[in-house]
């Protein structure tokens, strides 16, 4: 299908028929924080190195070092300082980076670093950036790739840059050997997986168990791998960890004021909806669903058609970028505003131009180069478009990775841009559609995510038992550190709060430390990617005791996680989880309840205010934060969100699918009772007050129940033997 055949025609495809409330007043659970715009972002020291960077380069010296860290914070050239370090003062020979696709590997191009300071300069010889060669990273075309990576391999220059899947092909043909005294630089780090059908997560585990390469792994993600394990736990704690947290990097911006990320509901076709959350005045990254998802209209050539009549008068195409030139309508202003399809891919000359006026560096700092972005797979991950205000997704994606790649494309800082957001637009769930159970899973998916941006977002959490004492670095408020009182203190430089819980359990292994201090939020995607605990935490709240969720299901989660850590290491970090998600939840709570009766904003300070205000209305306590729903914040703004008869169908359909209690939970359970007896001194009663008391007894009956069931079994297998 060529321009000519898709452009948009007639009054149907310019006007299409709006409802009068295609999507929602309310905006599913949502996330907004302000930032303190401090400009220590930006501003770097004698050696050219922003925050970030400086605090990767503390740690050049490691073989094998994680850098965690959001979009536009710098990890590329932060790689360039620690590659250069490694190859003039460490002994190794050559730097191998190793990109995802081939157009991140243009974060790699050369770079003046001595003109701001640095030792060396960065530079990486053509021929040696297969990223820019001609060809997919295919079989057929990865011979002659694999070639030249053994051509560099014996030649004396320094850097090569490379795909994921040319790497992958040259490891396989050239061996782990042959990689012997190189760095091996992963960026986008989270497209690995310790999954064995995973060829460069089981690639990566043969060069640690040589241990003769060193490796420096990135990732812009907190779900390294989504559900999928990046490392195996042994390898994992032989890496060295830099992070560098949105708190830090947002608050840190010169321009950017706060961030949003809402998810609206809508009913019908999406593109009868999108102009309630699209405006054109706004810069924009509009990700169309992909053609199998059930919100495609499945001609994704029609639907860019559409939005683009939705926003006013097609105009022609620019011949020299090719973006289309569109005239809004008067009472939107009346000027003609630039939209880049990234959606047609019929003219593969045509898509080349409209990437090279988007890439083109000439235009990085013309704001008014391009208005609107439409894409379907692209502009996600390693894609710089500063000025991006607002990025719109309709349709659940089903990796939590690629939804915090999309909010990246938003989060730059530029000139004059305040507010950045993003909006994702979900087909709102009908309990009469046949389709409700796709809808339910789409609706938990958001909610996961939404819950999951909060703690992405905030700072990270210091938990210790009660009096432990004040941490250094720590502000305490103006009273300062109480011993035997409620103590919340702030770190505003590392983006970290202090909080005591009485009954805390502390971690005893170094794994179990790391796990608490580095990796909370890979515990929580874990639980609230648990369909279980979502439908039961939402949909089912009269029927669950809360601790069913927060003691049981994130139980299971920490065990399967962590199989091999002890009992005790198992309880701290389900601990820590459950309080860095219920304390965050808690305090945007607070917050609402203060903002509905007219309290003031405080800024990037806001959530500290809250978590102040949450711990000085209870002492907090373990078996206090065990007995709050995870999920009752954001129920209460989805109760809001959606239509009443259809959030009732849902429960009813969730209600519904109760089982009996299951042989594992049972178990465990059990393990909770006899701890309850060890406390009381006697076993929890089925008929007391207590919900989760009487939960712990259920569970006792149940495991009885079971064994019974094991044993007659087993009589009736002896019995049948003889």
């Known amino acids: 299908m060529t321009q000519a055949d898709t452009k948009p025609s007639g009054d149907d495809a310019l006007h299409p028929a ?3 409330n295609p999507t929602n007043q309310f905006v599913v659970p949502s996330v907004s924080i302000t930032t303190a715009r401090t400009g220590a972002t930006s501003k770097t020291n004698a050696l050219g190195m922003r925050p970030m960077q400086e605090r990767a380069w503390a740690k050049r010296g490691e073989p094998y070092l994680l850098i965690k860290s959001p979009p536009a914070s710098g990890k590329s050239r932060a790689l360039m300082f620690i590659a250069l370090d490694k190859l003039h003062n460490q002994g190794l020979k050559q730097a191998i980076i190793v990109v995802p696709e081939r157009s991140i590997g243009g974060s790699f191009a050369d770079e003046p670093l001595t003109r701001f300071g640095f030792y060396w300069d960065w530079v990486v010889k053509p021929q040696w950036n297969l990223c820019n060669t001609p060809g997919a990273d295919e ?5 002659s790739k694999v070639k030249a990576v053994a051509e560099f391999l014996s030649s004396g220059d320094p850097v090569l840059v490379c795909t994921h899947a040319t790497f992958r092909f040259a490891v396989d043909e050239l061996g782990v050997a042959a990689f012997d005294g190189r760095l091996i630089a992963i960026d986008e780090f989270h497209h690995v997986s310790a999954n064995p059908d995973n060829k460069l997560g089981a690639q990566l585990g043969a060069f640690m168990a040589r241990d003769k390469a060193h490796i420096v792994a990135m990732t812009g993600s907190y779900f390294r791998g989504d559900a999928e394990a990046v490392l195996a736990p042994q390898d994992e704690e032989r890496f060295d960890t830099v992070t560098y947290t949105y708190y830090e990097q947002l608050n840190g911006y010169q321009y950017l004021k706060s961030l949003d990320i809402g998810y609206f509901f809508y009913t019908g076709r999406y593109l009868d909806a999108i102009m309630k959350v699209l405006d054109p005045s706004l810069k924009t990254i509009v990700h169309i669903p992909n053609v199998n998802s059930r919100e495609s209209l499945q001609d994704k050539y029609r639907e860019v058609e559409e939005i683009m009549g ?26 003609t505003i630039k939209v880049a399809d990234l959606v047609d891919d019929s003219d593969a000359n045509h898509r080349s131009k409209v990437l090279a006026a988007l890439k083109d560096p000439t235009q990085r700092d013309n704001r008014d180069n391009v208005d609107i972005i439409i894409a379907l ?3 996600k991950e390693g894609f710089d478009w500063i000025w991006c205000e607002h990025a719109l997704t309709i349709g659940y994606r089903n990796s939590l990775t690629e939804i915090v790649q999309i909010i990246g494309r938003a989060t730059r800082d530029a000139p004059g841009k305040e507010k950045a957001s993003f909006t994702n637009l979900i087909a709102e769930p009908d309990a009469i559609e046949a389709t409700v159970v796709d809808a339910v899973n789409d609706t938990l998916k ?13 700072p990270r959490f210091e938990f ?18 109480k011993s035997g009182g409620i103590n919340v203190g702030v770190n505003e430089a590392t983006g970290q709060y202090h909080v005591e819980i ?33 439908e039961r935490g939402l949909f089912d709240q009269e029927n669950t005791v809360p601790e069913e969720l927060t003691q049981l299901r994130m139980g299971k989660i920490v065990r399967d996680r962590y199989p091999d850590l002890s009992e005790t290491d198992q309880e701290a970090i389900r601990q820590h989880a459950v309080a860095a998600l219920n304390i965050t939840q808690q305090a945007k709570q607070k917050l609402a309840e203060e903002r509905a009766y007219g309290g ?4 990037n300070m806001s959530l500290i205010h809250g978590v102040r205000k949450f711990v000085n209305v209870r002492d907090l306590d373990i078996d206090l934060i065990d007995r709050i729903n995870p999920f009752e914040a954001a129920y209460a703004v989805l109760s809001k969100a959606m239509d009443e008869k259809s959030l009732r169908q849902v429960q009813a359909v969730i209600a519904a699918k109760r089982v009996s209690i299951p042989l594992d939970e049972a178990r465990e359970l059990a393990k909770r009772a006899l701890a309850f007896k060890q406390e009381r001194g006697r076993l929890p009663d089925i008929n007391a007050q207590d919900p989760w008391e009487q939960k712990m007894a259920e569970g006792v009956a149940a495991l009885a129940r079971y064994r019974a069931q094991e044993k007659a079994a087993e009589a009736r297998a002896e019995s049948d033997h003889a």
């Not at 926003?311 to 005239?327: I, N, R, S």
């Not at 359990?505 to 605990?533: G, H, M, W, Y």
Request: with cysteine.
């Open 464 to 481: 210790t038992p009660k009096n432990q004492g004040a941490l250094e670095g720590f502000d305490y408020g103006e009273e300062g550190y």
């Open 377 to 379: 797979g692209m502009a």
């Open 18 to 20: 709006v409802p009068a």
């Open 446 to 458: 958001a909610i996961a995510a939404s819950l999951l941006m909060e703690q992405v977002l905030a």
């Open 139 to 143: 079989p057929r075309v990865a011979k």
């Open 600 to 603: 003031d904003d405080k800024g």
């Open 502 to 534: 009485n009954g805390l359990t502390k971690p005893e292994s170094p794994e179990a430390t790391r796990v608490c201090r580095e990796d909370l939020n890979e515990v929580i995607t874990a639980f609230v990617q648990d369909k279980t605990a979502l």
């Open 310 to 335: 939705a926003l006013g008068t097609w105009k022609g195409q620019d011949p020299v970028t090719g973006f289309h030139l569109v005239q809004l309508p008067p009472e939107k202003g009346g000027r």
